[in-house]
């Protein structure tokens, strides 16, 4: 099979750039834990801790048109969108499933269900806001967890149904270890940094 890409997408791609040299920080100076944890609640707090740095180094060092470079058409997939995506997904299950807040969603509107990528624009503005946003549900979301006073906890979703804390729990370093994932790929795709 012939190769459809021509020599300018090519040279538009960024070159893979992997040795222990271009990590996003020195592993001595790497936020996250190497596990090594007791207790049900720490392990799944520091898992999902670790994920959530794993996330903002995913995102270290661009500017508002890297974190908001589309994946490929047709997709909307930006590290800025998944930014705010995960924003609004703390937001859903911590303040509205687990603590029954009345939290209008931030990123979605009747119009676009989608706007949390949509609306993931290379304005500086923007991605400020992403941050403080996202910031604030994982600060609300910790706090939750912290004064909890077991695991067993039940939210109540949508549809009725209950849910642990401690499937959340899961359910939240599942959704994160998925979109590291996707920001992986971003990141490559950006200026060819990989690992971490």
């Known amino acids: 099979m012939a190769d459809s890409r021509?020599?300018?997408?090519a040279a538009d791609r960024p070159t893979q750039n992997f040795a222990w040299s271009n990590l996003f920080v020195h592993p001595d100076d790497d936020p996250r834990s190497e596990g090594g944890f007791d207790d049900e609640r720490?392990?799944?707090?520091?898992?999902?801790?670790?994920?959530?740095?794993?996330l903002e180094l995913k995102c270290a060092g661009l500017d508002a048109e890297a974190l908001a470079r589309r994946a490929v058409p047709p997709s909307t997939l930006s590290l800025l969108g998944?930014?705010?995506?995960?924003?609004?997904v703390e937001r859903?299950?911590?303040?509205?499933?687990?603590?029954?807040?009345?939290?209008?969603?931030?990123?979605?509107?009747d119009t676009?269900?989608?706007?949390?990528?949509?609306?993931?624009?290379?304005?500086?503005?923007?991605?400020?806001?992403?941050?403080r946003n996202w910031r604030a549900e994982v600060e609300y979301a910790e706090r939750f967890v912290a004064e909890a006073p077991d695991l067993g906890v039940k939210g109540r979703q949508r549809n009725g149904s209950?849910?642990?804390?401690?499937?959340?729990?899961v359910h939240m370093i599942e959704e994160y270890a998925r979109h590291n994932g996707h920001a992986d790929l971003l990141r490559e795709l950006i200026d060819g940094r990989v690992g971490q």
């Open 112 to 131: 676009d269900r989608d706007l949390d990528f949509n609306g993931a624009v290379a304005d500086p503005d923007v991605v400020a806001e992403a941050w």
């Open 162 to 169: 209950e849910i642990p804390l401690r499937e959340l729990l």
């Open 82 to 88: 998944l930014v705010r995506h995960l924003a609004e």
């Open 6 to 9: 021509t020599d300018t997408d």
């Open 42 to 54: 720490t392990i799944l707090v520091q898992y999902l801790r670790d994920q959530r740095l794993t």
């Open 92 to 109: 859903g299950w911590f303040r509205r499933v687990m603590a029954g807040e009345d939290a209008p969603k931030i990123y979605r509107s």
